[in-house]
Nanobody, 124 residues
Framework: QVQLVESGGGPVQAGGSLRLSCAGS????????MGWFRQAPGKEREFVAAISYTGGNTPYADSVKGRFTISRDNAKNTVYLQMNNLKPEDTAVYYC?????????????????WGQGTQVTVSS
């Protein structure tokens, strides 16, 4: 069982930056693939980024490539999403998720555990 708690969201102006954190519980956190997803009002949840348990594989959605960076610190049971050059279309609730796999997954249906989400609001 893994419990996930996101933090770091908030309001920001376009062009600004935020760093989201996702703290996980459990001694086996380091073996989980971690993902970030987001859901904007009236839209379906979409993939943002993921990171394998070693950190060596990090796929991104095309919409965030070059602006967002996912990383993890297994000693701290934490995964991060550094978001730079934010745009109004990045406004959404951001969720982190965990999947017990040695690979990396981009589909939300593949993930086993989810956090409650943190709101990111980008104003123009």
């Amino acid at each position: 069982q893994v419990q996930l708690v996101e933090s770091g969201g908030g309001p920001v102006q376009a062009g600004g930056s935020l760093r989201l954190s996702c703290a996980g519980s459990g001694r086996t956190f380091s073996r989980y693939c971690m993902g970030w997803f987001r859901q904007a009002p009236g839209k379906e949840r979409e993939f943002v980024a993921a990171i394998s348990y070693t950190g060596g594989n990090t796929p991104y959605a095309d919409s965030v490539k070059g602006r967002f960076t996912i990383s993890r610190d297994n000693a701290k049971n934490t995964v991060y999403l550094q978001m730079n050059n934010l745009k109004p279309e990045d406004t959404a609730v951001y969720y982190c998720a965990a999947r017990d796999t040695t690979g990396v997954s981009t589909g939300d249906w593949m993930y086993d555990y989810w956090g409650q989400g943190t709101q990111v609001t980008v104003s123009s």
